[in-house]
Nanobody, 121 residues
Framework: QVQLVESGGGSVHPGGSLRLSCSAT????????MGWYRQAPGGQRELVAT???????KYGDSVKGRFTISRENVRSTVYLEMNRLQPEDTATYYC???????????????WGQGTEVSVYS
């Protein structure tokens, strides 16, 4: 099985910054798309950003220009740099990784446990 360990959440004031990290461990032959999603209280899970193995990025409209996704393949880690945070960014942020399993060579995906981000005045 593949496990994802997230870190970096916390509480900040509006205009502040946070950096999230998510590292994948387990039997992985290849990491494909990696990304971040978020879910606000009472809301649906939504796309924040994704990055392909070739470093092609995609962002949700509400975070474009403020958030930056990156990955470090040698560490099997994806990052989310969040700047100019606003109260509406308050949510649980989930890491998602698509991968090829190291022994079955089947395609699958995994979710992290979630990390809380709170932006308050």
């Amino acid at each position: 099985q593949v496990q994802l360990v997230e870190s970096g959440g916390g509480s900040v004031h509006p205009g502040g910054s946070l950096r999230l990290s998510c590292s994948a461990t387990g039997t992985i032959w290849r990491l494909d798309d990696m990304g971040w999603y978020r879910q606000a209280p009472g809301g649906q899970r939504e796309l924040v950003a994704t990055i392909s193995a070739g470093h092609v990025t995609k962002y949700g409209d509400s975070v474009k220009g403020r958030f930056t996704i990156s990955r470090e393949n040698v560490r099997s880690t994806v990052y989310l740099e969040m700047n100019r945070l606003q109260p509406e960014d308050t949510a649980t942020y989930y890491c998602n990784v698509q991968y090829i399993h190291g022994t079955t060579f089947s395609s699958s995906h995994a979710w992290g446990q979630g990390t809380e981000v709170s932006v308050y005045s």
